[in-house]
């Protein structure tokens, strides 16, 4: 099971660090679609938004392949990234904005539904739900401050 994990792990931090390059460059305009609309609609803004989390998309995925050390917190940190976009894929939906060959409500529907498969994905490959019980169990160990 520790090398099935290890491969998704890579897989995982591959397509993350595709993904964050293609931010930076081939799927600019498509990821800006993906900003959702209650965000400050200034064009300059916007396209912070989909740099800045290109770079993070980078290097959670290559975070994901190198730091071995630091798989759980790096999974954890891949995982709530997941939560903070998830907005964005909502937004897709609710507002029927075609990107990424997402062209039909169903299409852009049945996409929600893998946002979660991608957090269970990186907290399994890294052991990230041990590492929250890990903190969990530090944070319970340390005295109370009055």
Excluded at 47 to 74: N, P, Q, R
Excluded at 115 to 139: E, F, M, R
Aim: hydrophobic share 50%; charged share 15%.
């Amino acid at each position: 099971m520790k090398y099935v994990k290890m491969f998704c792990r890579g897989l995982l931090g591959l397509f993350m660090t595709y993904a964050g390059v293609s931010h930076l460059t081939i799927a600019r305009q498509e990821f800006l679609a993906q900003v959702p609309s209650w965000f400050p609609q200034n064009p300059g803004f916007l396209d912070f938004v989909v740099l800045a989390s290109g770079v993070v998309e980078i290097a959670l995925g290559l975070g994901m392949i190198f730091l071995y050390k630091y798989k759980g917190t790096v999974g954890v940190l891949l995982a709530l990234f997941y939560v903070a976009i998830f907005p964005g894929n909502i937004s897709q939906y609710v507002n029927g904005i075609s990107a990424f060959g997402l062209d039909t409500d169903q299409a852009r529907l049945i996409r929600l539904f893998f946002q979660p498969v991608l957090i269970a994905w990186a907290l399994w490959s890294t052991d990230g739900v041990q590492q929250i019980k890990a903190w969990c169990a530090h944070c319970r160990k340390q005295p109370q401050k009055d």
